[in-house]
């Protein structure tokens, strides 16, 4: 095994710590930098993950995890995203258990203590990387290169591209991924614990350990599977030792014979062969798993895959990947989504984007030549590791073996972060070594970025922390980016700003033409605003581009019968619940449109559908409860609104509308609890009150009817009918108190 003492290290400017101190120190830089997130918001991708997965409540099957997706849909359902990630969600539902419900700090404070443990186990990673593997007397790991690895820890816990992968929730894929991925490469190097310059036996129980860990790792996310590729890299240069560029000679040039024994006796072809078998069969089982086969996705999710030739995919292809380099260099501008036009194709040569592409080129022939052909080994040996950990790690993000489903991704550059952070501190190393005389202003600038790094990563974590900051802090990265206006849009809608909405709403569809979910809910506010005839248009428009969009559907159903187009509101409706079968509310809103036809079994129907669908549909048991009133049919009326309560027990509406069914019903002690219970759920309704005074007036208890006639009009002095009856209470009042002749 290749292993000695790193000629550079000791000139790093850091101080040599202890291993358990180095680690605590690591650890605790991770936990400054991302400590502000933990009493964040669930935002952006954490609704659908978490908040909307049914897989976390305890209600639902655990068994159900390892046939779902990571979304909470079934991987055999076309519309499934087929990330397979069963041990992720176990932990989700771990949060929900232990904290009882969604209360998200507990899953912020998971993910940042999760990242500051793996921060401090990348200081293990990098000593094995930039000094190789062996061990003293009592069997403990040597560390040749303390300093170089502290800081390439230090720089790995707080380089702010990590941001996305601890702040955001759903980033504890990447997290927990990374985590079984170093517990991978930390076991496979367990196997040549035994082993020595003149010992070459391995433990084939240690590699099959390393198997299961790389298992697992692809368990909580696609990526842990290239931790394989790293494991076999290192065993072919730190155990065996091989000089690649002398053994391209050998091939090539067909000098000196390459003794194929000497590798035999190594053990590494019995390796190779138990990784690549284990890597294939884990494939295997993860393409049955996937079902119906590979996601649909479409030019939106990532225009590159969906260029006109191949030429302009290689070349956006690589402009993408100079992106993310760049993102490693200059962490500065970072963003939640790199979609829909934030990041424009290159569709010419002359194009000045190419530049880039040069670069980034130049400067990795220029690395991988160095880490070839160098003299000194230790060199060779610390650039080729950490290009294998920069690179092999992001292959799966590359569109090379199959279409990803975005441009950028930044929580995929939480481990190929791990081979920069090598590299960097390698060149620091090495400048400290070479310049010595300007170590002092290296030791400053090295201070410096650290700090800054800091700095970024306190105030990205801030971002974080909710949606209005971190859809806002989009917009002066991807101005040009439609999904950014639409959420930042959405945000504004939801928290009550609809005139702020739609500014950003048509910048959205501005930006993006074919933009349906803009459209969609632009449409939506008009139509609250009563603005029904653009709001007609759009959503006309919204489902001439996307013809199966079934919300669009529904919501041009509702400004169609708001116009009184019944018919089209009805074809609408019906196009809706064709898309979509279990579609509750769209039943419901077809069943106002037959209310309001006066088809009264139709719109029955419809609400019970709804019901059926959606059993806690308190809307459409109440309107069912009030249609039978309304017809005359108060038994059935009764019989409705008892099984409603029978399910949604303390819904004060249903309540209110079944006491109503039961005073005409002249069941007034009944009727009575009901007005009374449904008051002590929502004490401050005025027509409660005003109907229970109704009730006892009829009763003849006019002192509670008296009381209940003014707390409805104290409510609601415009009640409508509320005046008029306590008027007539009143003079019923006065003719009692005046003496009989």
Not at 621 to 649: C, F, K, S, Y
């Amino acid at each position: 095994m290749a292993s000695s003492e790193v000629c550079w290290d000791h000139y790093v400017p850091l101080p040599q710590l202890a291993a358990a101190r180095a680690k605590v120190t690591v650890a605790l830089v991770a936990l400054l930098c991302f400590m502000n997130s933990y009493d964040g918001e669930f935002v952006f991708d954490d609704s659908e993950a978490i908040v909307n997965n049914k897989d976390l409540k305890p209600a639902t099957p655990v068994n159900n995890i390892w046939s779902n997706d990571f979304w909470g849909t079934n991987l055999s359902s076309n519309s499934s995203h087929k990330s397979y990630r069963p041990l992720t969600v176990l932990t989700f539902r771990l949060n929900y258990l232990v904290a009882g419900g969604l209360h998200p700090i507990g899953f912020h404070v998971l993910n940042i203590i999760l990242h500051a443990v793996i921060s401090a186990l990348m200081m293990d990673v990098f000593a094995i990387l930039i000094g190789g593997l062996s061990y003293d007397e009592k069997g403990r790991v040597l560390n040749h290169a303390p300093k170089t690895s502290l800081l390439a820890a230090l720089l790995f816990a707080t380089h702010p591209v990590h941001t996305e992968s601890v702040a955001g929730i759903v980033g504890r894929a990447d997290l927990l991924c990374a985590l079984f991925f170093q517990l991978s490469f930390l076991t496979y190097c367990k196997a040549f614990h035994r082993g020595s310059d003149r010992d070459d036996r391995f433990s084939v129980r240690w590699v099959v350990v390393s198997l299961s860990l790389c298992a697992a790792a692809m368990l909580c996310k696609e990526q842990g599977i290239t931790v394989l590729g790293v494991n076999a890299a290192f065993d072919v240069l730190v155990i065996c030792n091989v000089d690649v560029y002398e053994l391209s000679q050998r091939l090539l040039l067909r000098r000196n014979p390459l003794d194929v024994r000497e590798i035999l006796r190594t053990g590494l072809a019995t390796r190779l062969a138990l990784m690549g078998l284990g890597g294939l069969s884990m494939l295997y089982a993860r393409w049955r798993i996937m079902g119906t086969g590979p996601p649909a996705f479409t030019d939106v999710d990532n225009p590159a895959s969906f260029a006109e030739n191949i030429f302009l995919r290689i070349v956006n292809y690589n402009y993408y990947y100079s992106l993310n380099a760049w993102l490693l260099l200059c962490p500065w501008w970072l963003c939640f989504d790199w979609s829909m036009g934030c990041v424009p194709l290159i569709k010419s040569p002359t194009d000045w984007r190419m530049a880039w592409l040069l670069l980034l080129w130049c400067v990795l022939i220029g690395l991988i030549s160095q880490a070839l052909c160098s003299q000194d080994s230790q060199r060779r040996r610390t650039l080729t590791l950490g290009l294998v950990l920069l690179v092999v790690p992001f292959l799966p993000a590359c569109n090379i073996f199959f279409r990803v489903g975005f441009v950028i991704a930044e929580r995929v550059l939480y481990l190929s972060s791990a081979g920069y952070c090598l590299l960097l501190a390698y060149a620091v190393g090495q400048c400290c070594c070479r310049w010595s005389t300007c170590r002092k202003p290296l030791c400053a600038a090295l201070l410096a970025l650290l700090c800054v790094y800091v700095a970024r990563c306190a105030l990205r974590s801030h971002q974080w922390r909710s949606e209005q900051s971190l859809f806002t802090s989009a917009l002066p990265v991807c101005p040009l980016n439609a999904k950014v206006h639409y959420n930042v849009g959405k945000n504004l809608a939801d928290r009550g700003n609809s005139t702020a909405a739609i500014a950003y709403y048509r910048e959205a569809v501005r930006l993006h033409p074919t933009y349906v979910h803009a459209m969609n809910n632009l449409g939506n506010i008009l139509k609250e605003r009563n603005e029904l005839i653009e709001a007609e248009h759009l959503l006309s428009k919204a489902v001439s581009i996307q013809s199966d969009f079934a919300a669009a559907w529904m919501n041009l159903g509702i400004v169609q019968n708001s116009l009184q187009k019944f018919q089209d509101a009805e074809h609408s409706y019906w196009n809706a619940i064709r898309f979509r079968k279990k579609y509750p509310d769209c039943y419901y809103n077809l069943g106002r449109l037959y209310a309001d036809l006066n088809r009264h079994v139709d719109a029955l129907n419809a609400w019970r559908n709804a019901t059926v669908l959606k059993p806690d549909h308190s809307l459409a048991w109440n309107n069912m409860v009030i249609l039978l009133d309304n017809t005359g049919n108060l038994g059935q009326a009764e019989l409705i609104g008892r099984e409603a309560l029978r399910l949604l027990p303390n819904d004060h509406t249903i309540m209110f509308s079944l006491a109503n069914v039961l005073g005409k019903s002249q069941k007034y002690k009944e009727s009575e609890g009901f007005f009374l219970h449904a008051l002590r759920i929502n004490p401050n309704s005025a027509s409660c009150h005003g109907n229970l005074a109704v009730l006892y007036h009829r009763w003849g208890r006019l002192e509670l009817a008296k009381k209940h006639y003014e707390l409805s009009l104290k409510l609601d002095p415009k009640a409508p009918g509320t005046r008029d009856n306590y008027n007539m209470l009143r003079r019923k009042l006065d003719q009692l108190k005046q003496p009989t002749p």
